[in-house]
C-alpha cells in the first residue's frame, strides 16, 4: 500500500476484519506486506513493522503482486504506478486527478502488461459506478450523465438548504466538523468534481475527456437567498457534473451549481450521499446512490477492485483492464442550450420590467417564470427563469441588463437543468 | 439465441442498432447466426433464415460461440443450457427461475468449462445488481437488501396508491395495457420476485438459497383501504423481496407487501421502476435503481453480459463464472421481529380496546400507533401499528384478537420495514 490516510485505514480494517471472506472469494491468502508513508512517526493500526518512508522500494519489491496507490496527485503518484506496471505489478487505485488526467496512458501499459488497474474508489466512494460503465452498461449510448459526486460541496448545500444559513457560515462548520479541508478549493470550487465526471465520460465515451476542456464553477456563488428563491419555483441547487452527447462524435463536460426540479432523483440526494443519475438509449434512466467517500465506503471500493485482481491471480487471467483512447471531442460551454436562472436587484421605477424584457427579447431568450420583491431603499428584487436557450445568448442579455440605468445589481444566475 | 420474445427482439436490436460499438469494445465481430423459436410462422424483425425451430441445433452447432438464452422457465432452458455449457458455449441468460433453482450447478460447470455464464438480466432489468454484488461489493458482509423488483406489482401498488383505485380494478387496466400477463400469478403472487431475491441472496452470502425456504405473500391481499391508512401513517405500500443477516452463519429470505416509511427512498420507486436497496458493513446505504423490465432495458443487460464474453473470448480468457455453493442456511419466518400493521373492524361498544390490549400485552406485543374510526351499523374500524415484535407472538395475538366477541372481522394485517 502506497499511502495509509483515510481511505488506507479503512482497506487495511476490512481486510482485516473480513480476511476469510474475502480469502474464500479470491482463492488465495491475501496479505498487506509493506505500507509506504511519508511520516513514519504517526500512530497507526497496522504493525510498524510494515511501514516505510521509502515508496519506491515497495513498487521495485519483487515479492510484491498488487499495489494499492492512495497517496493522491500526480506526483509522484504517477511515477510510482507506472513504475509498478513496468514492474508487472497488478494496480488498484482511488486517485481520480491521476485517472482523470493520466488514465487512458496509464490504463494502456496495465493492458499492454496484462495486468489489471483498477480505480472503482476514484469515483463515487462505495457506489460502483466504473465498472458497470464498462461492462453491464458498455452496449448502450449514453445520452447524459449526471451525478453528485462530491461529498463536501452537497453537504454544504444541504444545510444551506434546510437551515437557511450562508455558504461561509455552513463551510466553517463543515472545516470544524472536518467535512470540508483546510483549504477547501479543491472540493469548493468544483475540481474533485471536475475529474470524476471527466473519469466517467471517458469510460462511457471511450476517449480520454481533456481536463482543461471541463467548464468548471463552483459554489461559492449559491447563497441563501438564491437557495429560497429556487425552493419556491420548485428546485433545489445542487453542484452537478454533467456529461451530454452532442453528437455522435462530441460531448460536453460541465460542472457547476445547477438548479434541478424538486421530484428529480438527484435533488433528494442529501449530506454527503454521492449519486449518479445515467440515461442510455436501451437501458433508459438509471440512479446509483450511496456513500461517496469516507472511510469505510472508498475502502469497499479498494478491497472490491482487489478481489478482482486476486481472482485473475488465481486463474493466471490476461488482467481486465479496459483501455480507452485520447482527444474526446468536446464542446464549449457556449453552444449550450439550457434554461437559466437570474437575479437582479433594480430601481423601484416604472419600465424596468420593459427594459430587461427587451434585452432578453433581443437576444431571443424567452422568459418561463418570474417572482418580484420589493426591498427597501427604492429597490426591488426580480428572479427570472428563461425557457431553454443557447447560453452565449444568455451572456450577451446578461451583459446588456448589467448596463441598463434602472438595473442596480446582477445579483446572481445557474445553469437550470431541463428535465426533458 | 434460443428464443426471441421482447427480450430477444430487444437484444436483436441493440446488436444491429449499437453494432459498430459494441464491436469496438469487444474488438471482433458479432454476429447473431441463428435464433431458435417455437413457432416459425410469426413475423418478426430479425432475416427469416435466422430461424429454426430446432433449438438443439443451436446448442450443439460448433460454428456458434455464445448461446444467449431467452425462453425462460426451467424446462428444456436447463438442459439446453447444459449442453451448449457442455459443449464448450458461453452463456448469457435472463433466466430468473432457472438461476435460482439451479444457479449452483450451472455456474460451476461454466466455470469448470473456463467458461461465461452471466445472467445480469435476470433481475432487476437494466440495473447493473448482480456483476456489482460479485465484484465491486465483494469485499463486504451485506446486512440486508431490500428490493422492488417486479414491474408489474410495483406498477399495479403505485396506480392503487396514486389513484385511490382497488387491486382487482388495477389489474385488469394492467392486463388490457400489456403490464400484466392474462394469469398474473407469477407476478402477483410474489413467486417471480422471489426468483430475483433468492438470486441476489446467494450472490451476497456465496451459497445457494434453498428457493422453498424463501416466505412468499403476494400483493392480492392489499385493498385501497390499507393504502389509504398506511398514507395516514406516514407509510408506502411495497412488495419487496428482503434478505436479513440473521448471524454469520444464516439469513432470512422473504417475499410480502411491506409497510416502508415515505421518507425511504424505496417508498418513491413508483410505476414499472425497479431498485436495491443494500446495506454492508463497510459499504454503507446503497440504492440502485432503474428501469427492471421491458425490452430495451433487458437488453441492455444481455447486450451488456454479451460484451463480457466478446472480451474474454477474444483476449483468450479463462472466463468469469464466478462460482456459488449449495445449502445456504436459511431461518423460517416465525422467528423474525418486525413491527406489524393491524386493521380490525370491531364493535362499537365499551371494552373492545382492553381486550384487545390484552390480547397483545400476554403476546410481548406492544403498540406504537393506533387510528380509529366509527363504520355504519354500530361497527368501528382500528389500524395499529405494533413496536418490533416476534412474528411467532404477532401471530398467536393476531388468533386470540380473531377469536374475541367484539372483534368482527382481523380485516387486514402486513409486516412493516423497521428503519432502524
Not at 134 to 155: E, F, P, R, S
Not at 172 to 183: N, P, R, V
Not at 234 to 248: E, N, Q, T
Given at each position: 500500500?502506497?499511502?495509509?490516510?483515510?481511505?488506507?485505514?479503512?482497506a487495511?480494517?476490512?481486510?482485516?476484519?473480513n480476511?476469510?471472506?474475502i480469502?474464500?472469494?479470491?482463492?488465495?491468502?491475501?496479505?498487506?506486506?509493506?505500507?509506504g508513508v511519508?511520516?513514519?512517526?504517526?500512530?497507526?493500526?497496522?504493525p510498524s513493522?510494515?511501514?516505510?518512508?521509502?515508496?519506491w522500494?515497495?513498487?521495485?519489491?519483487?515479492?510484491?503482486?498488487?499495489?494499492?496507490?492512495?497517496?493522491g496527485?500526480?506526483?509522484?503518484?504517477?511515477?510510482l504506478?507506472?513504475?509498478?506496471?513496468?514492474?508487472?505489478?497488478?494496480?488498484?487505485?482511488?486517485?481520480?486527478?491521476?485517472?482523470?488526467?493520466?488514465?487512458?496512458?496509464?490504463v494502456?501499459?496495465?493492458?499492454?502488461?496484462?495486468?489489471?488497474?483498477?480505480?472503482?474508489?476514484?469515483?463515487?466512494?462505495?457506489?460502483?459506478?466504473?465498472?458497470?460503465?464498462?461492462?453491464?452498461?458498455?452496449?448502450?449510448?449514453?445520452?447524459?450523465?449526471?451525478?453528485?459526486?462530491?461529498?463536501?460541496?452537497?453537504?454544504?448545500?444541504?444545510?444551506?438548504?434546510?437551515?437557511?444559513?450562508?455558504?461561509?457560515?455552513?463551510?466553517?462548520?463543515?472545516?470544524?466538523?472536518?467535512?470540508?479541508?483546510a483549504?477547501?478549493?479543491?472540493?469548493?470550487?468544483?475540481?474533485?468534481?471536475?475529474?470524476?465526471i471527466?473519469?466517467?465520460?471517458?469510460?462511457?465515451?471511450?476517449?480520454?475527456?481533456?481536463?482543461?476542456?471541463?467548464?468548471?464553477?463552483?459554489?461559492?456563488?449559491?447563497?441563501?437567498?438564491?437557495m429560497?428563491?429556487?425552493?419556491?419555483?420548485?428546485?433545489?441547487?445542487?453542484l452537478?457534473?454533467?456529461?451530454?452527447?452532442v453528437?455522435?462524435?462530441?460531448?460536453?463536460?460541465?460542472?457547476?451549481?445547477?438548479?434541478?426540479?424538486?421530484?428529480?432523483?438527484?435533488?433528494?440526494v442529501n449530506?454527503?450521499?454521492?449519486?449518479?443519475?445515467?440515461r442510455?438509449?436501451?437501458?433508459?434512466?438509471?440512479?446509483?446512490?450511496?456513500?461517496?467517500?469516507?472511510?469505510?465506503?472508498t475502502?469497499?471500493?479498494?478491497?472490491g477492485?482487489?478481489?478482482?485482481?486476486?481472482?485473475n491471480?488465481?486463474?493466471?487471467?490476461?488482467?481486465?483492464?479496459?483501455?480507452y483512447?485520447?482527444?474526446?471531442?468536446?464542446?464549449?460551454?457556449?453552444?449550450?442550450?439550457?434554461?437559466?436562472?437570474?437575479?437582479?436587484?433594480?430601481?423601484?421605477?416604472?419600465m424596468?420590467?420593459?427594459?430587461?424584457?427587451?434585452?432578453?427579447?433581443?437576444?431571443?431568450?424567452?422568459l418561463?417564470?418570474m417572482?418580484?420583491?420589493?426591498?427597501?431603499?427604492?429597490?426591488?428584487?426580480?428572479?427570472?427563469?428563461?425557457?431553454?436557450?443557447?447560453?452565449?445568448?444568455?451572456?450577451?442579455?446578461?451583459?446588456?441588463?448589467?448596463?441598463?440605468?434602472?438595473?442596480?445589481?446582477?445579483?446572481?444566475?445557474?445553469?437550470?437543468?431541463?428535465?426533458?
Amino acid at each position: 500500500m502506497l499511502g495509509f490516510g483515510t481511505v488506507g485505514t479503512g482497506a487495511f480494517r476490512m481486510l482485516h476484519d473480513n480476511k476469510k471472506a474475502i480469502e474464500d472469494k479470491i482463492g488465495l491468502p491475501v496479505e498487506v506486506v509493506r505500507i509506504g508513508v511519508k511520516d513514519l512517526g504517526k500512530d497507526r493500526i497496522a504493525p510498524s513493522d510494515l511501514f516505510t518512508d521509502d515508496l519506491w522500494s515497495i513498487v521495485d519489491d519483487p515479492s510484491i503482486d498488487v499495489v494499492v496507490e492512495l497517496i493522491g496527485g500526480t506526483d509522484p503518484a504517477c511515477s510510482l504506478v507506472e513504475r509498478a506496471i513496468q514492474n508487472g505489478k497488478h494496480v488498484v487505485t482511488a486517485n481520480k486527478e491521476m485517472m482523470a488526467k493520466f488514465g487512458s496512458r496509464l490504463v494502456q501499459s496495465a493492458k499492454d502488461g496484462k495486468l489489471d488497474l483498477h480505480y472503482e474508489a476514484a469515483v463515487g466512494g462505495g457506489i460502483p459506478l466504473i465498472q458497470p460503465l464498462k461492462h453491464q452498461l458498455a452496449g448502450n449510448d449514453v445520452l447524459q450523465m449526471m451525478g453528485i459526486l462530491n461529498g463536501t460541496t452537497n453537504y454544504i448545500l444541504t444545510a444551506m438548504q434546510q437551515e437557511g444559513r450562508g455558504f461561509e457560515e455552513v463551510l466553517k462548520e463543515a472545516q470544524a466538523k472536518g467535512y470540508a479541508e483546510a483549504d477547501p478549493t479543491n472540493d469548493v470550487d468544483g475540481f474533485d468534481t471536475m475529474y470524476k465526471i471527466s473519469i466517467l465520460a471517458s469510460i462511457a465515451f471511450g476517449k480520454q475527456v481533456p481536463i482543461e476542456s471541463v467548464y468548471r464553477e463552483g459554489i461559492r456563488k449559491v447563497t441563501k437567498t438564491d437557495m429560497a428563491y429556487a425552493e419556491i419555483l420548485g428546485y433545489r441547487i445542487k453542484l452537478l457534473g454533467i456529461v451530454d452527447a452532442v453528437s455522435s462524435e462530441s460531448i460536453r463536460v460541465r460542472v457547476h451549481p445547477t438548479l434541478i426540479k424538486k421530484d428529480h432523483q438527484l435533488a433528494h440526494v442529501n449530506g454527503v450521499f454521492n449519486a449518479l443519475w445515467l440515461r442510455g438509449d436501451f437501458v433508459g434512466d438509471l440512479m446509483f446512490s450511496g456513500r461517496g467517500a469516507g472511510s469505510d465506503p472508498t475502502a469497499s471500493a479498494v478491497v472490491g477492485d482487489l478481489i478482482d485482481v486476486g481472482r485473475n491471480i488465481s486463474a493466471n487471467g490476461q488482467g481486465s483492464a479496459i483501455p480507452y483512447g485520447t482527444g474526446m471531442v468536446t464542446e464549449p460551454i457556449d453552444s449550450l442550450v439550457s434554461p437559466f436562472y437570474l437575479r437582479l436587484l433594480v430601481s423601484d421605477r416604472p419600465m424596468v420590467l420593459s427594459v430587461i424584457a427587451t434585452a432578453f427579447g433581443e437576444n431571443r431568450v424567452s422568459l418561463a417564470a418570474m417572482e418580484m420583491k420589493a426591498l427597501d431603499e427604492g429597490l426591488g428584487e426580480i428572479v427570472f427563469l428563461t425557457h431553454p436557450c443557447r447560453e452565449s445568448d444568455f451572456q450577451t442579455a446578461l451583459k446588456q441588463i448589467g448596463e441598463q440605468d434602472v438595473v442596480d445589481t446582477v445579483a446572481n444566475w445557474f445553469r437550470v437543468h431541463d428535465s426533458k
